[in-house]
């Protein structure tokens, strides 16, 4: 079986990132589905962005021009307020901009709600999934939504618009995922990991973007005593040190990690435990054709017209 392709943020290094407009062209490209952030806005909005405060690189204000730091977080403006800037173009000037050289800019597009793109997804052509990410901070818990309370939300909107069925929530903070099945006991949970290089002794992967010295250092710390502020209680080190028999213990439905551990005797794990198997970000051919043949469920990417045309025959 052919594994979906899931347009990562709409298909980022297509269209600007978690708008309309990248949807859109998602469904219209054929993919599988997309995956996507949610946060709440001031007023309680399930609302669809990256970053826990509006992105300098992408947001222009009112007046047309780019935004500068310090931005205002996204849990301090209400829906109407985050309205009022374009998310449509990239600055040029950026190096996010310089980064995703194949962007199309869409002027006009602003922040959108998840029943927003719930509605793309449901008059696509065929079946449309979207991974929803719960983004919740456990690295700091005032900058974003408690995950608890995020989690409401969007089982909320879920059901209101009947679309549980073809949802996959994924997420780094499993707080949030665990409430959620508390909810909503038949919601699909792939949970979401942070590189595994940065959990061993060895030096991490430098291409993985680790933290800091300090903050690599406490990772691993509350990984080692099983204190983990995003395993709510899950920690590898209680399942024998083994990151999958937690997410199923936890009630994970599948594992959702970067692409770089998903080695051929983590998948024969996971199976063995029932898990689906999906990765992210891919963006290059050749990984693509190496994760199609070790037979994973979903990748995740920027580029989802390379994948589809990787999947065709």
């Given at each position: 079986?052919?594994?979906?392709?899931?347009?990562?943020?709409?298909?980022?290094?297509?269209?600007?990132?978690?708008?309309?407009?990248?949807?859109?062209?998602?469904a219209a490209l054929g993919a599988d589905g997309a995956e996507?952030?949610?946060?709440?806005?001031?007023?309680?909005?399930?609302?669809?962005?990256?970053?826990?405060?509006?992105?300098?690189?992408?947001?222009?204000?009112?007046?047309?021009?780019?935004?500068?730091?310090?931005?205002?977080?996204?849990?301090?403006?209400?829906?109407?307020?985050?309205?009022?800037?374009?998310?449509?173009?990239?600055?040029?000037?950026?190096?996010?901009?310089?980064?995703?050289?194949?962007?199309?800019?869409?002027?006009?597009?602003?922040?959108?709600?998840?029943?927003?793109?719930?509605?793309?997804?449901?008059?696509?052509?065929?079946?449309?999934?979207?991974?929803?990410?719960?983004?919740?901070?456990?690295?700091?818990?005032?900058?974003?939504?408690?995950?608890?309370?995020?989690?409401?939300?969007?089982?909320?909107?879920?059901?209101?618009?009947?679309?549980?069925?073809?949802?996959?929530?994924?997420?780094?903070?499993?707080?949030?995922?665990?409430?959620?099945?508390?909810?909503?006991?038949?919601?699909?949970?792939?949970?979401?990991?942070?590189?595994?290089?940065?959990?061993?002794?060895?030096?991490?992967?430098?291409?993985?973007?680790?933290?800091?010295?300090?903050?690599?250092?406490?990772?691993?710390?509350?990984?080692?005593?099983?204190?983990?502020?995003?395993?709510?209680?899950?920690?590898?080190?209680?399942?024998?040190?083994?990151?999958?028999?937690?997410?199923?213990?936890?009630?994970?439905?599948?594992?959702?990690?970067?692409?770089?551990?998903?080695?051929?005797?983590?998948?024969?794990?996971?199976?063995?435990?029932?898990?689906?198997?999906?990765?992210?970000?891919?963006?290059?051919?050749?990984?693509?054709?190496?994760?199609?043949?070790?037979?994973?469920?979903?990748?995740?990417?920027?580029?989802?017209?390379?994948?589809?045309?990787?999947?065709?025959?």
């Open positions: 079986m052919k594994p979906r392709n899931i347009a990562h943020r709409g298909g980022a290094g297509l269209w600007p990132e978690n708008t309309l407009a990248a949807f859109r062209h998602a996507l952030d949610v946060q709440l806005s001031k007023d309680g909005e399930v609302i669809v962005f990256h970053d826990y405060r509006l992105k300098p690189e992408i947001c222009r204000g009112p007046d047309g021009r780019w935004l500068e730091k310090p931005t205002p977080r996204i849990k301090d403006l209400t829906f109407a307020e985050l309205q009022t800037f374009d998310i449509g173009r990239a600055d040029p000037e950026s190096a996010y901009a310089r980064d995703r050289a194949d962007v199309a800019a869409v002027d006009g597009e602003r922040i959108p709600r998840l029943a927003d793109v719930i509605a793309i997804a449901k008059g696509a052509a065929k079946p449309f999934h979207l991974f929803v990410e719960l983004k919740t901070s456990f690295a700091d818990r005032g900058v974003s939504a408690q995950p608890d309370v995020l989690a409401e939300k969007v089982i909320a909107v879920l059901r209101q618009e009947d679309f549980i069925a073809n949802t996959v929530l994924v997420g780094f903070d499993w707080p949030g995922l665990l409430h959620a099945k508390k909810l909503a006991p038949e919601i699909a949970c792939w949970f979401t990991t942070l590189d595994q290089s940065w959990f061993s002794d060895g030096p991490p992967r430098p291409q993985s973007g680790p933290p800091s010295p300090p903050a690599l250092e406490a990772l691993r710390y509350w990984a080692r005593e099983g204190i983990s502020p995003w395993a709510g209680g899950f920690d590898a080190v209680k399942y024998g040190g083994s990151i999958l028999k937690a997410i199923a213990a936890a009630g994970g439905a599948g594992w959702f990690p970067t692409w770089e551990d998903l080695t051929a005797p983590m998948v024969a794990d996971a199976r063995a435990l029932g898990l689906k198997l999906g990765a992210w970000t891919v963006d290059d051919a050749e990984t693509m054709r190496d994760l199609i043949a070790l037979g994973i469920d979903a990748i995740c990417t920027d580029r989802p017209d390379i994948l589809k045309s990787n999947l065709e025959p």
